[in-house]
Each structure stands twice: as structure tokens, then as C-alpha cells.
């Protein structure tokens, strides 16, 4: 239980020295120990039995507890600390004993050994190579901790012999280009000619430092024989925010090819000390491990732990004794070791992927290094640590001392160990003449998850046009019936329920549909259609406000549930919709990797309510607004968030339309001349906002997002209110083949029929159309003010809109908005529209006044704030004295 405290574990003495702080140095010899157990010296030459739970006695039942002792500090007390014996399955705990107690069981053949000696070889020859080439450029090398490719490499193998053939990783900045170069076995090449100055870039988008970019490649491992794909997904500079995109491409790698036990494909995390320990996303991510809809059946996570985090010691950067100690919230072994004893590293690699093979769960192997040079290449450490640098100049390389033993051992002699280095040296040089002919850079060859088929070989779209989203009438009847029945026999449903499906099954006979239908009817058909959706979120079930229900529950029989989705056409896809742990930041993460595998499913992640999604802002600023520039990597992933001031208050109001519409990469100061407008306007675009106040469109914008020949994320401000407002129903007509999304939604009524007397156009979007139009017709404006509704915010839709304005030439231009001036739509519209009409007239603005809180806590208020804004919308006087 407490040897690790005492195992020598730091190459540097100074983790040991505070550990031990509260420990004598000898855990039972010290007298005072042996009398804690009523024994004293004389005892230690008496032969005890050992108990059965033992493996140190090898083939003896008895042993003198003296050697029982020594035996237990070889077990435990050297290189490798293991912490175990908080697991509360004997099962694995004896597994882990048998791996450590056994005598002999860390023998490695020659053969063995030698191969270690070459893979430490590349692994420090490769850093000196670029220290000599670019000793001024930043690279975040593997210093101090070399033996982390031998490490990965051996848990590879490993795996890769139990049955695995394909590997997931993530990992930081540190010791990425080694891990490109001699892990992944990227060209060195292409490794060296990203430190060239003159190099260009040759595909859309703006790119990504080197050490950020990902990789995947398809190779034979040497020592299992056995062909094995590799892919390092890319990251950014937010530590650990990888680490559930890693997950989810996993768990959907293991979903596509019906790897339901994780046998085929895993996941390697790799994190530094201070993140693992500092970064909340490291919880957030072991607490997905055991849940049925996002386990991947256990990852190894390796930890390099430096014992420094930038320029912070441990002491300050954590306030338990391991930077692991979060690992043990879901039951992981975890192995620490000593990064200067090269056998010993292997040695626990190899059991925990024996581990992960046998129990899938997870594990950590703690890698107790140091670094050699500062934060980065440039960085002086000598400021903050001087102490620790001045030890560290003193430490001779990993590589070095491993050497020397084999040396001394008779395992290899001198000029074999200078041949292996002189071999490697050449075929790095060689690569760099080659990599002086580079002279554009492919961001193509960094993809960390290629999609074969669906674009041409140049990646470019097969097409550019986008068919009909709409349906037959007799698919949009068959999916209705089904959502308004319970499809399994002898299955008791909630009464409530029963009312809410028997409403649903006469709107299906009315030929309309509301909000929780449509979005029914664009699942069933692309179902239908072999494309697999996946809704995650909290609460998605049943849905935040009721309205949803995917899954059925049997009022009398515990855990049995129905989900009618998955019972619409014998062939079709299959449809996972699951309640996530409350996390935003692990679980949005962990869909968009979810969504980078494949681009023919539907992955979904609604926020429980719209302004959860700030806090997972890391996933949505670094992955998905910036992803396809960064990393040429599309992504179809689907945001819904609930929107709408209800009068509930600061909280749950507003998802925060303006701080999407601030981040979208259209010019507002230049109209588009583009072909196939827009389709072209999509592909152009970062990213999709819309906000649909029809159940119609919102089923047309699920299905083009799909049926697209390119793949963008779609943020959709979902509705609350209008989930059950009467008006807000659709005709089975808006949906039937022919039809479309509609980008902007023209006035048809009284005002469009006479547009010359038109005085006053209202833009707006969402649900305060409702409002608008319940208050024009009660004030009988309907010839007066004509209301459009704009669907699409972003890309904009200046070529509808320039229609629209030019349909009602005397009529003023207002924004109308719920929300607060400096938010929602009111800053990313109005230049827009100035642009669209050539800055001919002043576009006005009815809303609420600008505020710090989203919205008011008092409803009082919240229905004065909205008579004024309708008041400012019809009073066609109120901007006469601006004017």
C-alpha cells in the first residue's frame, strides 16, 4: 500500500526528498515499525507462511521475514511505485500484485534490450538533429524524457498483439514532432520542411503551428507483423482539451465497425504533470469512461510529468502528492516510474496494456522525468528553478547511461552503439536535403481523419448544388405514426404521455406538424436513408421542456425503455440518443470527435439550456469556429441551443447569438458575387447560424445539413416557448419534395400584395415574430408594416434581402429584437443590411436597451421591456427626430 512513497522514482532526488517528508526512510525494518507489529530484530530471522494472496514466494509457502521484507522493497520499493490498493476488486488487485510480487518477472532478453537501446536512439538523436539545424526555433522537445517513445511504442505493440488495429491518440505540445517522427512514423520530411521560413501554404485555410498539427497513417508493426492505423488528432495550445475529442473519435471508430468491447480500437492520452492535475477537463473526461454511450473500454493515459508546469513547481500547482490522483476517482492503477530506468519504463507499459486488453478500464503510467531545457527552447528555466537546473546540467541523458549498462553487461559493444547512431543520423540528414525540394505545405498530409469517398481526390466537393430537403407524403405520414405509438407490445406508458402522443397522432392526421415532430421527421428519414444520428446533451430523452420523448419508459418494469426512432424501416440506420453526464466542455468535445470520424451521421449535442455552451466556449473557440481554417478538417456537428427571453430570468434566456455572429468569417462591408449563391455562401463560410421560427424550416435545415456536399457545423438557436405555441405549426405541404430551407421568410400578407404603400419594414428572427404579428394585427397595421423573417443569420443572406428591400421602396428599415442592443443579432445584421442596400437609408433599431445581464429577473419588467419594444416597432413616428 505504501511502498510508492518510498520507491525511487525521481531521476533527480527532488520529488523522492518531499514524498518521504512524512515517511521513515525504511517503511517495516525501523525498529519502531517492527514493534508497531509486536516484533522486533530477533524476529527477522523467524520463517513465516506466506499468505495465498502473495506471489513473492515464487514455489516456497515460507520465508524468513527478512527476506520477505527484501523481496517485498524489490516488489515495490525501486524504480516503479504502484498504487493499487485503493481498487475494490480483488480480482484486479491480485492481478497487478502478480505482475510486481513475482520474482524474476522483470527479465528482458537481449534482444529485447537492444531494441530498446535503438529506440531510445531515435528518440534523443531526433531532438539533437533539429537542435543542431534550428537551434533558434521553438519545438517543444522531449529532454529529460526520451524514453517516452519506447514507452509508446511498447504499449503499441503490446495492444497491437492483443488484437487492437487501430490507435487513437491525443497529447500536448511536448514531444509531438518525436512522437510524428518515430511513433506515428510520419516522413521526416515533412517533419523538417515545416521549420522552412519560405515555405506556403498550398490549401485553404490559415494553418497551425507545427507542434499543433495531427496525423494519420496506415503501417505494418514490425514486431506483431500485423497492419495498424495510427492517427494523432490535432489540438491547440489548451492542455487536456483534446483529450474527449480523442475519446469520441474512438467511440465512434469502435461504433462504425462493431467493436462494441474496445478490442479493436483504443485511445492513448498522453498530458503533462501540472494539466493533468490542473485542468478540469482531465475529470470531466475519466468520468465518461464507464458510461454506456461514451465508454471506449478503457484508455492509457501516460503522463509526462516534468515536475514543473511552465515555470510553476508542484507545490504550487496542485494540492495532492501525485499530479495522478485524479485517476483514482474511477478505480485506474497507476503505475509511477522512473524515467532514467529505460527497463523499468517498458516493463509497466507492457502491463497496462495488458491491463486495458484484460480488464478495459482505464490506467496511468506517470512517467517521473524532468526537463532538460526550458519551457521552450528559448525560455531560461535558471530564473524560477535554479536549483533544479543546476541538478539537471548535472544529469546525464537517459540515453547515455542505458549505453553504458549494456555496455557493461556485454549486451552490445561500442562501435555497434555508434553504428545505430551514425544510421539514424544519416537517414535524418538524407531527409533534410529531401525536404529542402518542399516548398508548399499540404495541410492534407496532417489530417487526423481522412474521409475517403466523400470528396474528390483534391478534397474538393463532388458538387456544389444541394437537392430538395423535402419528403413524400407518404414517409412523412409512416415517421408520424410511428412517433405517436408505442411500437412494442405490453409496454405501459406515463398518462400524461399517452395524451401527448394521442395529440401527435391527430396533428399527423390535421397534416401539420409542431416543433417535436419535425425535428422527428427529419431524424426518421435520414434514418431511413442509412445516415446514423446521435443526440447527446442533458436530458435529450425526454427533452429539457418535455416536448421531446425518444424514449419511452414502462411505467411498471424498471429500466425498460422503447425508442420508436429505432423501429421506423427494417434496414435502417441506427439512432442513439443519450443523457450525458452534466458535463459541456467533456461532453461537446467528446461529439465533435464523435463527428470527425464519419461525415454520414448527424451528431448532435443540445445544451440543456443555450448559455450551458459557456462553458465548454474552449471546444466551440478552438475546434469549431476556427477547426477547417486551422486544421482543413470539416465537421458537420450540430449546436442546439435553447433561446428565447421568456421573462426567466438572466440565466436560461439568452445562447448568446452575438458571440457566434462576432466569430463568422463573412465581410459585412462587401455583397458576395458568387455562383449557386447559396450553396456557395456554405461552403465559404466557417460556420451555419440560423434561428428557424417555423417547425418546417427547422426540419429543412437537419436535412440540407446532410444531403450538403461539404460538412460545417450548425448552430441552431432552438425555440422554447414555440415548442407549444399554437401558431407555430407547419403544414405537411412546407415539407413535401420540392420544397427547401428557406434562408428568409418574405412577408405574405396584406402588405406584400401593396408593397408601394408599405411605411415600415420589420427584420427580425425567431420567436418575436410571433409577438410582431399578434401586435400589428391587433393595432390593424397589416397593410402598413410588413414583417420578414430572417432564417439564416450567418452566412447572410444579402441577395434575398436586397429583394426584400427593394420590394418596399418607401418603407423604413428596422431591426427588431428581444434581446438587449448590445446583444443578439443587432451589430452583426446592421452593417449587413447597409451593405445590401448600397447605404441608401438608415437601418433602425427596435429592442430592448443595451444591459450587462442578459435579461431582467423580474417578469413585471421583462412585459414592460417588451410593450416598449412592440411600441418602438409600430409607432411610425419614433424615428423621425433621429433622422
Not at 480488464?359 to 525560455?379: A, I, P
Not at 553487461?409 to 545505430?420: C, I, K, L, M, W
Not at 459541456?584 to 443555450?610: D, I
Request: charged letters at 25%.
Amino acid at each position: 500500500i505504501r511502498g510508492h512513497h518510498v520507491a525511487q522514482l525521481d531521476p533527480l532526488g527532488i520529488l523522492d526528498a518531499d514524498l518521504d517528508s512524512s515517511l521513515p526512510a525504511d517503511i517495516i525494518t525501523s525498529t519502531d515499525k517492527l514493534g508497531f507489529y509486536g516484533l522486533d530484530e530477533s524476529d527477522l530471522d523467524k520463517v513465516f507462511h506466506l499468505p495465498t494472496t502473495t506471489f513473492i514466494g515464487g514455489n516456497e509457502s515460507a520465508l524468513p521475514l527478512r527476506e520477505i521484507i527484501r523481496r517485498l522493497e524489490m516488489a515495490y520499493c525501486q524504480h516503479i511505485g504502484v498504487e493499487f490498493m485503493f481498487i475494490n476488486d480483488l480480482e484486479q488487485c491480485q492481478w497487478i500484485r502478480q505482475k510486481f510480487e513475482t520474482p524474476g518477472i522483470m527479465q528482458f532478453t537481449n534482444e529485447e534490450k537492444r531494441t530498446l537501446l535503438a529506440r531510445l536512439v531515435r528518440s534523443t538523436r531526433f531532438e539533437e538533429f533539429l537542435h543542431r539545424k534550428w537551434s533558434s526555433e521553438k519545438r517543444f522537445g522531449l529532454e529529460g524524457c526520451e524514453v517516452l517513445i519506447p514507452a509508446l511504442k511498447t504499449i503499441i505493440d503490446k495492444s497491437s498483439e492483443k488484437g487492437v488495429d487501430y490507435v487513437i491518440m491525443g497529447m500536448p505540445h511536448r514531444g509531438r514532432l518525436n512522437v510524428l517522427a518515430n511513433v506515428i512514423r510520419k516522413e521526416l520530411e515533412q517533419i523538417f520542411c515545416q521549420f522552412d521560413s519560405k515555405l506556403e501554404a498550398a490549401d485553404e485555410g490559415s494553418g497551425d503551428v507545427k507542434y499543433h498539427l495531427g496525423m494519420y497513417h496506415r503501417r505494418i508493426n514490425r514486431v506483431t507483423d500485423r497492419n495498424i492505423t495510427l492517427s494523432l488528432v490535432a489540438n491547440p495550445s489548451h492542455l487536456e482539451a483534446a483529450d474527449p475529442v480523442v475519446q469520441g473519435k474512438t467511440k465512434a471508430e469502435q461504433f462504425y465497425c462493431g467493436d462494441t468491447e474496445g478490442k479493436k480500437v483504443m485511445s492513448i492520452l498522453l498530458h503533462g504533470d501540472a494539466a493533468f492535475a490542473g485542468q478540469g477537463i482531465v475529470y470531466e473526461t475519466f468520468h465518461l469512461s464507464d458510461l454506456p454511450s461514451y465508454t471506449t473500454h478503457g484508455t492509457v493515459h501516460v503522463v509526462v510529468n516534468n515536475q514543473i508546469g511552465f515555470t510553476t513547481d508542484p507545490r504550487m500547482a496542485r494540492s495532492s502528492p501525485y499530479p495522478t490522483d485524479v485517476a483514482r476517482v474511477v478505480n485506474a492503477p497507476i503505475f509511477h516510474v522512473n524515467a532514467d530506468d529505460p527497463e523499468a519504463v517498458v516493463y509497466v507499459c507492457n502491463v497496462a496494456a495488458e491491463w486495458r486488453s484484460t480488464f478495459h478500464k482505464d490506467v496511468v503510467v506517470d512517467l517521473v522525468c524532468y526537463r532538460r531545457n526550458g519551457h521552450n527552447e528559448m525560455d531560461e528555466p535558471m530564473f524560477t528553478q535554479p536549483l533544479m537546473y543546476k541538478q539537471i546540467r548535472k544529469q546525464k541523458p537517459v540515453l547515455q547511461k542505458y549505453a553504458e549498462l549494456l555496455i557493461s553487461q556485454g549486451v552490445v559493444n561500442q562501435p555497434e552503439y555508434e553504428e545505430e547512431i551514425a544510421k539514424y543520423d544519416k537517414i535524418c540528414e538524407e531527409a533534410h536535403a529531401r525536404s529542402k525540394d518542399e516548398k508548399i505545405l499540404h495541410i492534407k498530409h496532417w489530417l487526423d481523419s481522412p474521409w475517403p469517398g466523400f470528396f474528390t481526390l483534391d478534397g474538393q466537393p463532388r458538387s456544389m448544388t444541394c437537392p430538395s430537403t423535402g419528403l413524400n407524403e407518404e414517409d412523412l405520414t409512416h415517421i408520424g405514426q410511428v412517433a405517436s405509438s408505442v411500437p412494442v407490445e405490453d409496454f405501459t406508458i406515463h398518462g400524461g404521455l399517452s395524451r401527448i402522443l394521442k395529440t401527435r397522432g391527430e396533428m399527423v392526421k390535421n397534416r401539420t406538424v409542431d416543433w417535436a415532430l419535425a425535428e422527428y421527421m427529419a431524424f426518421g428519414s435520414l434514418l431511413k436513408e442509412g445516415i446514423h444520428i446521435r443526440l447527446s446533451g442533458q436530458d435529450v430523452e425526454r427533452g429539457t421542456f418535455s416536448h421531446r420523448h425518444h424514449v419511452l419508459h414502462d411505467q411498471n418494469v424498471d429500466k425498460r425503455i422503447c425508442i420508436p426512432m429505432n423501429h421506423l424501416w427494417p434496414n435502417q440506420a441506427p439512432y442513439t440518443v443519450c443523457n450525458s453526464s452534466l458535463s459541456e466542455y467533456g461532453v461537446l468535445g467528446f461529439e465533435l470527435g464523435f463527428a470527425m470520424a464519419s461525415p454520414n451521421a448527424l451528431v448532435l449535442w443540445e445544451a440543456q439550456f443555450g448559455d450551458f455552451h459557456n462553458t465548454a466556449q474552449c471546444i466551440i473557440d478552438q475546434f469549431i469556429c476556427p477547426g477547417q481554417a486551422k486544421w482543413v478538417r470539416q465537421n458537420g456537428i450540430v449546436l442546439l441551443l435553447p433561446h428565447g427571453m421568456e421573462g426567466m430570468g438572466p440565466e436560461h434566456s439568452s445562447a448568446r447569438p452575438e458571440r457566434f455572429l462576432q466569430m463568422c468569417n463573412d465581410d459585412p462591408d462587401v455583397f458576395p458575387k458568387l455562383d449557386d449563391f447559396d450553396v456557395r455562401q456554405l461552403y465559404e463560410c466557417n460556420w451555419i447560424v440560423v434561428n428557424c421560427s417555423t417547425p418546417a424550416n427547422f426540419f429543412h435545415v437537419l436535412r440540407r445539413q446532410i444531403l450538403l456536399p461539404f460538412r460545417k457545423p450548425l448552430i441552431i438557436f432552438t425555440p422554447k416557448s414555440l415548442l407549444r405555441h399554437p401558431e407555430a405549426r407547419s403544414s405537411f405541404d412546407d415539407m413535401l419534395p420540392g420544397t427547401h430551407f428557406l434562408r428568409v421568410i418574405p412577408d405574405s400578407g396584406p402588405a406584400a400584395q401593396n408593397p408601394e404603400q408599405v411605411k415600415r419594414v420589420l427584420f427580425c428572427t425567431g420567436k418575436v415574430y410571433y409577438d410582431l404579428t399578434r401586435e400589428r394585427k391587433a393595432r390593424q397595421m397589416e397593410a402598413d408594416v410588413a414583417i420578414t423573417r430572417v432564417e439564416q443569420l450567418s452566412p447572410f443572406p444579402f441577395d434575398l434581402l436586397q429583394r426584400e428591400a427593394q420590394k418596399y421602396p418607401a418603407a423604413e428599415l428596422v431591426w427588431c429584437q428581444e434581446e438587449h442592443k448590445n446583444q443578439g443579432y443587432y451589430d452583426y445584421v446592421k452593417p449587413r443590411l447597409r451593405t445590401t442596400i448600397n447605404r441608401a437609408k438608415p437601418v433602425w433599431y427596435a429592442g430592448r436597451e443595451p444591459a450587462a445581464a442578459p435579461a431582467t429577473g423580474n417578469k413585471k419588467t421583462h412585459l414592460t421591456e417588451l410593450q416598449r419594444l412592440l411600441d418602438t416597432a409600430f409607432n411610425l413616428d419614433a424615428f423621425k427626430d433621429l433622422a
